[in-house]
């Protein structure tokens, strides 16, 4: 029986729009490249105890054996695939010798043309010669972005975001977070907004719902006990918060995920 490591390329539609039961994707490694086109929306991934914020009209691609996980979705349209670089008809290309996850921001002009390109590849699956034509202009456009994918993202904001999205780690208050990194929380707050667009209190709010996600799918813990994890300690408030963000009460989303799985 083929397996999908087997299969030389793959590429799904990513949609999250109006996903209210979204969980994150645990991490995973690959043997083939992996690769991530938003069209629009926003995704937050975590590669080697780095945080990496995606955007609409980006690439990611994230090289074999390199482990990678997404944290954080948010109206998220695009593509997600894998390809093994022994199906390409040129391997020359100067992103194939990356070594770590990249995102690659397409320039407004080439806007269109990329998202023309990755629907052509998600059509031509079956057409070998069409998918590796499409593969190729695909890379040669990476390559041509890829010193943009290596501007160094500011140090600041990436470290606020791993102390939130830590595994198993409380979250904690704006207040805190600016003490352990030294700094006023405005100071951390105006640089987390001017490189997100979201200030510290949405990302926190992100992450508490993100966790909270997860934790719900364990049916041996409270509601109570879950609140108190994510740093809530009123039950009520966190039912509150949770429907805000997910348009469900804690109750309803572990009763749809519980549905899910029978």
Known sequence: MQTT????????????????VCPPIPQRIFAQWALFYLISGEVLMESEKRQMLIKGHSYILVPP??????????????????????????????????????????ATEDQGFTDELMFKLFRS?????????????MLQQIDSDLPIAFSPNNKL????????FEKGKSILSVSTYAAILGISANHLNRTVKAN??????????????TAAKVLLLNEKLSIIDIATE?????????????????????????????????
């Open 230 to 262: 994510i740093g809530l300690r009123d039950q009520s408030y966190f039912a509150r918060f949770f429907k805000k963000q997910t348009g469900l009460t804690p109750t309803e989303f572990r009763t749809n995920a519980k549905s899910k799985k029978a």
């Open 157 to 164: 904001c990436n470290d606020f975001l791993d102390l939130i």
């Open 5 to 20: 490591n087997d299969i030389p390329f793959i590429l799904h539609k990513l949609n999250t729009i109006g996903y209210k």
């Open 196 to 209: 997100t667009g979201k200030s510290t209190g949405e990302w926190i709010d992100i992450a508490r719902v």
């Open 125 to 137: 699956q079956n057409d070998i010669k069409s998918t590796q034509c499409a593969l190729d202009m």
């Open 65 to 106: 054996d390199i482990p990678f996980s997404i944290n954080y979705y948010n109206n998220s349209i695009g593509y997600m695939g894998r390809f093994d670089e022994n199906f390409l008809k040129d391997r020359n290309h100067k992103s194939l010798l990356v070594r770590t996850a990249v995102n690659i921001i397409v």
